[in-house]
């Protein structure tokens, strides 16, 4: 697995495909912030996982069209430190390259509508995933899209996937370390009258961050490269 992540990392800074600099695509205006932009992706990496898992919880017939299309995946896998370095660390780094870094850039580039090139850089991210929740309900793919699009940087959205990720994964990681079994059996679930305040509070943090970075990002001059 270690392989098959860093080769793509590697192919992509050797050839160029897309750019791992940190610097942004656009010259923005006196009042935009870096930190302030970092901190309001990580705090929309919450509202994007309490979106999707409640979603998950509320409508379950979603993850049993999951299994009977593509199996039961996932399921019943124990989850070791290498897992952990693997979802939180190297799939952000190769899938956000891919996926907004090469394909989102080049459309735009080609200028085709942005939320075209959003939509489908989102889809594209979402079919080797074997989840119909990822490709149709899952408002992942779509944020991390939109977020590269103002900023014209991977980073955010690397950001936002690997703390995504992490929140998904260290705590069930830790949970099979303290009770001596690692095996992730996929089997949790919540009230409605839980799940639903949980998922309301995911879309209000999804919305509050939005709101603000659009601000942030608002007084924008593209640069030559789009890297």
């Not at 069209?65 to 593509?70: K, R, S, Y």
């Not at 991390?144 to 940087?153: A, D, I, M, N, P």
């Not at 079994?181 to 961050?209: A, C």
Request: with cysteine.
């Amino acid at each position: 697995m270690f392989a098959i992540q860093l080769l793509p990392i590697l192919v992509f800074l050797i050839r160029k495909y897309t750019s791992y600099s940190f610097n942004f695509g656009y010259r923005f205006g006196e009042s935009f912030s870096k930190k302030k932009l970092y901190l309001w992706a990580a705090i929309a990496s919450v509202g994007c996982l309490l979106f999707d898992m409640m979603m998950v919880m509320i409508f379950p017939i979603v993850e049993e069209w999951d299994i009977l299309i593509f199996g039961n995946l996932g399921s019943d896998s124990d989850i070791n430190f290498l897992d952990v370095i693997s979802g939180c660390l190297l799939a952000p780094l190769v899938e956000e390259a891919i996926f907004r870094g090469a394909i989102e850039r080049r459309l735009l580039e080609k200028n085709w509508n942005p939320w075209y090139a959003i939509v489908i850089s989102a889809v594209l991210f979402a079919i080797p995933h074997g989840s119909l929740y990822t490709l149709f309900l899952s408002c992942f793919g779509i944020f991390v899209g939109w977020l590269y699009y103002r900023t014209r940087s991977i980073w955010p959205g690397i950001l936002v996937h690997a703390l995504y990720n992490s929140l998904a994964i260290v705590p069930a990681f830790i949970s099979g370390l303290v009770s001596g079994d690692t095996t992730n059996k996929d089997e949790m679930s919540l009230p409605l009258g839980i799940s639903i305040p949980l998922l309301i509070m995911g879309i209000v943090i999804l919305y509050y961050s939005v709101k603000q970075i659009a601000s942030l990002t608002k007084d924008r001059t593209q640069l030559e490269s789009l890297g």
